[in-house]
């Protein structure tokens, strides 16, 4: 007999919501996470529940996002009746450009998903200037439009988190804080054992899911699964608080529920660095400010790098070893959109020991050609 | 709470809250309010309490105020300039739409 | 513009590096967001230096930073950058970057050497209704003192403990004003395991405890109610204090005031240093995070140094001499012909050493008091988040592992204060109750920018003239 039904190694925004899931699924469960220094992606995250950037190239994660958004509104409302934490979840966004050329872009892209979705219910709206100052009032004259889908939005990201960690304690998860996992070993009993940094035993399981993003990568290696992240960075800025004005989420800017704007989307790829500079910093505030004059005029009251787990196409990477099932290895970095679909869905293949057939497309094999 | 401990040399008027006031040119914002008995500099955006510079030293950012229209500028280091405008800083001020 | 050394805060320790270094022949930069120089310790010291009156209060620890801050302003070779906010540090391979914002201007400085002397800052002292208006800290109505001529009106309380809290008292008293009360948390004299420490700091600095013990005198002759041991005080009011509630002597007593000041004790102000990514460990002794520095004020990161109660408190007159020291041994940095001055460092050290064994009694008299570093569940600790005590307590119980976590989580240090005023209370807080040490649960990550900077200010960033 093994401790647990499951371990998660990792209780970032992908390891929880996995925990919260199989908790709530009934399966015994521990959740191992870092210290308070872990390079924790959900800490540098946005908070867009998107899914018009999602899969322009790959319809299945394009589908797979709009199915985690149709799902959001009612995790997020059952994640709040059970903590009092409210993720203030709003669906509304628009991807609002600063030039003719982006639109055209993103128009182009929003082809592509449509023709991908096939009978899917998707469907997007160029909004003209005008129109668009009639809910974005506070955009540039420069400002050529945007695109609205009906399907994107915004959360509090940190909240989420704090919900998750809250709900799955309360469902029976057992949450190890400074844990780092140091070994996975196959047990003769079809279980693992999961030892600590310093060889000690954690704990065995009969299932594990590797979801510690970029600290994975060396923890799955050894049981001979390769997995392709590399780090994305993304430098955020957060403004002082100011009065409720836009409840829509773009692209790149958004008021959170507490008052503050977040200007974002710049992306390097410069290794595990976190560091901001400020070219990038200034260059964020000139593009944001040319769609928002009046984020001009506000303070700025931190600015930070995070890390992307990004993959060679950019989508979510989901595998059971065949060398040894049971062991799950996960990767994404559109964390906070696929949480609903985490914690719904991939919690009960796991829990089930067994991947869809359908969802065979995000195995890394994906890769080998 | 506060008293000069001598006469204001070079009287400059400014403003708080569209009330009058005299103060000592160049001196802190914060020390002109205090002279003039005023001790509530912001509101805290979190629960709308009321709230009074705490260390004059430009850490704890509890003196808080509008100047001529510039929300969040630190009264324990701004200086006084003839005709400052000065307001409570809500916390919150709202952004202007472009015209 | 371009510089050997680039010096941030010009208090006593920036302010003797400084003259070391022009002496030296380096090209140096001072920069400071005050309008003068002086640092809090001598605030506005140039412009009262024909102040009698306040000079006479204030007296004469006050009054020779002037002779300082003259002595800079006579050294050729120092680039003045007063009314100047550092807004970012950036360590770069060859040196660092400044972003500085002067008058709404920002610009870049680099530097081959940063030297932080950004001072101390008082412990916070968080405790039911200390966010009200007329509660604020001994150290601000000293500076509005210094920087304006502002003084208490009779009736003010003073609460907490330390030497600035009788230096404080006395000062009013010299300036004719009466505080309704000290209300003491210490103890009246050092306790018996103390005394041998305390024997040999008045070996060291006879001066310096005799002017405590002058000082209390001072408020014991003005009729001054002077309560020791008390235990517990809490503000009250509606939008601003009228009431101060205390307990001592096993019973609760209470005042009526509008001005309440409280002080216990001041720390490190390591915001700069945590910001430039250098190492920081617990010191048990101050109860507080300091920079972890080699034996001339380097820190972990290459090029970056710290000095005065910036590295550690040890006062103003410390941080003099610290200065001096340390002008030896960057000028031996940056040109390793610079002959060695053994004799005067071995002097230097020795005056240090003195004042090291009094700031060690000092510590042990005046550990931080528990009122404010335990306060009960309903009191603020994150003003600017209106974070409650007890909402920390809570998370810490739900496996929240340390402030970055806690941050995220209830947006406690996440405010326009960025954790300055509240980091120490939390980390306190949060390991009592985790029942883990200090050191383990570390401290907040800290951000650029360091001071305010609007987003157009950022956009418009632009490099100074090299």
């Known amino acids: 007999m093994q401790d647990y039904d499951v371990a998660v190694v990792g209780g970032g925004l992908l390891g929880s919501a996995f925990g919260w899931g199989l908790a709530r699924r009934g399966q015994k469960t521990v959740v191992f996470d870092e210290g308070d220094r872990a390079i924790r992606t959900a800490r540098g995250n946005f908070g867009l529940v998107w899914v018009q950037s999602k899969g322009q190239n790959m319809p299945e994660y394009a589908a797979w996002s709009l199915r985690a958004s149709q799902l959001w509104q009612d995790f997020a409302a059952e994640l709040t009746e059970n903590t009092g934490v409210d993720v203030h979840y709003v669906k509304q966004g628009y991807n609002i450009v600063a030039t003719e050329a982006e639109l055209e872009s993103a128009i182009a892209g929003q082809d592509r998903i449509t023709a991908g979705m096939g009978d899917k219910a998707y469907g997007y709206e160029v909004l003209d200037h005008k129109t668009l100052k009639a809910v974005a009032p506070h955009i540039a004259d420069s400002v050529p439009g945007a695109i609205y889908t009906g399907h994107d939005g915004h959360c509090n990201p940190l909240f989420l988190m704090r919900a998750l960690h809250q709900d799955m304690q309360a469902k029976g998860a057992h949450y190890q804080p400074n844990t780092r996992v140091g070994a996975i070993t196959p047990r003769a009993d079809g279980g693992f054992d999961l030892t600590g940094e310093d060889g000690t035993l954690l704990g065995s399981a009969a299932r594990v899911i590797v979801a510690a993003g970029h600290g994975a990568v060396n923890l799955v290696r050894d049981l001979g699964i390769d997995l392709p992240v590399h780090a994305d960075q993304g430098q955020v800025l957060v403004t002082e608080k100011v009065s409720e004005s836009m409840s829509f989420a773009t692209g790149t800017v958004r008021q959170t529920d507490n008052g503050s704007f977040l200007l974002g989307a710049s992306s390097k790829q410069i290794g595990m660095d976190t560091r901001t500079d400020l070219p990038t910093l200034a260059e964020v505030a000139r593009y944001c400010i040319s769609v928002f004059p009046f984020l001009g005029k506000l303070r700025l009251q931190r600015a930070w790098g995070a890390l992307r787990v990004m993959t060679p196409d950019g989508c979510p990477v989901y595998q059971q070893s065949e060398a040894h099932p049971g062991l799950f290895s996960f990767a994404c970095h559109s964390g906070v959109t696929l949480s609903s679909v985490h914690a719904l869905e991939v919690a009960k293949w796991v829990s089930e020991g067994n991947i869809p057939s359908e969802f065979n497309v995000f195995h890394p094999r994906r890769f080998d050609v | 709470m506060f008293k000069r401990s001598s006469e204001i040399r070079n009287s400059v008027s400014i403003t708080f809250e569209g009330q009058q006031i005299d103060a000592e040119d160049g001196e802190s914002v914060a020390a002109a309010l205090f002279a003039a008995g005023i001790s509530g500099f912001r509101y805290a955006p979190e629960n709308a309490s009321l709230r009074g510079p705490y260390c004059m030293i430009g850490n704890c950012f509890e003196c808080m105020v509008e100047i001529d229209g510039q929300g969040g500028r630190q009264a324990c280091r701004e200086r006084v300039r003839a005709g400052m405008a000065i307001r409570r800083h809500s916390g919150l001020p709202k952004p202007e739409a472009e015209s | ?466």
């Open chain 3, 1 to 466: 513009m371009t510089m050997d050394v680039a010096i941030i805060g010009a208090g006593p320790a920036g302010l003797s590096l400084a003259i070391g270094l022009a002496k030296s022949g380096a090209k140096v930069a001072i920069i400071d967001e005050q309008p003068s120089p002086g640092g809090q310790v001598y605030r506005a010291a140039e412009r009262n230096a024909d102040a009698t009156d306040l000079l006479g209060w204030l007296g004469p620890d006050y009054a020779k930073g002037a002779a300082l801050v003259a002595e800079a302003r006579q050294t050729d070779g120092i680039t003045w950058r007063m009314a100047s906010s550092v807004w970012d540090i950036r360590p770069e391979e060859d040196g660092c970057e400044l972003g500085l914002l002067t008058a709404g201007k920002t610009s870049v400085v680099r530097a081959a050497h940063v030297v932080l002397a950004t001072g101390a800052m008082e412990r916070p002292t968080p405790f039911p209704g200390w966010t009200l208006p007329g509660v604020m800290s001994i150290g601000a109505a000293q500076t509005l003192f210094k920087d304006s001529g502002l003084l208490p009106e009779d009736g003010v309380v003073l609460a907490g403990q330390g030497p600035l809290l009788y230096l404080f008292a006395a000062q009013l008293l010299a300036a004719g004003i009466k505080p309704q009360a000290v209300l003491d948390f210490a103890p009246k004299w050092a306790a018996p395991s103390n005394l041998p420490l305390l024997a040999r700091a008045t070996l060291g600095a006879a001066p310096q405890i005799a002017k405590g013990l002058r000082l209390r005198a001072e408020i014991k002759r003005a009729g001054i109610a002077h309560h020791y041991r008390v235990e517990r005080i809490e503000a009250h009011g509606a939008d601003a204090l009228d009431r101060v509630t205390f307990r001592h002597k096993g019973g609760e007593r209470h005042i009526e005031t509008s001005l309440l000041l409280v002080h216990d004790g001041v720390i490190s102000n390591t915001h700069a240093s945590m910001a430039a990514g250098c190492a920081h460990d617990w010191d048990g002794e101050q109860a507080a995070w300091v920079p972890r520095l080699d034996d001339h004020g380097r820190t972990s990161r290459d090029r970056i140094w710290v000095l005065g109660d910036g590295a550690r408190i040890l006062g103003a007159d410390a941080a003099v001499l610290q200065g001096r020291i340390m002008a030896r041994s960057i000028a031996r940095d940056l040109d390793p012909t610079t002959p060695q001055d053994a004799g005067r460092d071995q002097s230097d050290r020795k005056a240090l050493q003195r004042l090291a064994t009094l700031r060690q009694f000092l510590d042990r008299q005046y550990p931080p008091v528990p009122a404010f570093s335990q306060p009960p569940d309903e009191t603020t600790i994150c003003r600017c988040e209106a974070v409650l005590a007890g909402d920390i307590r809570a998370l810490v119980r739900s496996g929240c592992m340390g402030p970055n976590q806690l941050r995220a989580f209830c947006r406690a240090g996440m405010g326009p204060c960025m954790g300055r005023q509240c980091g120490n209370a939390i980390t306190r807080i949060m390991a009592k109750e985790a029942g883990r040490e200090v050191s383990q649960i570390g401290h907040f990550t800290i951000r650029t920018p360091l001071k305010p900077v609007s987003l157009a200010e950022l956009a418009n960033l632009e490099d100074a003239d090299p």
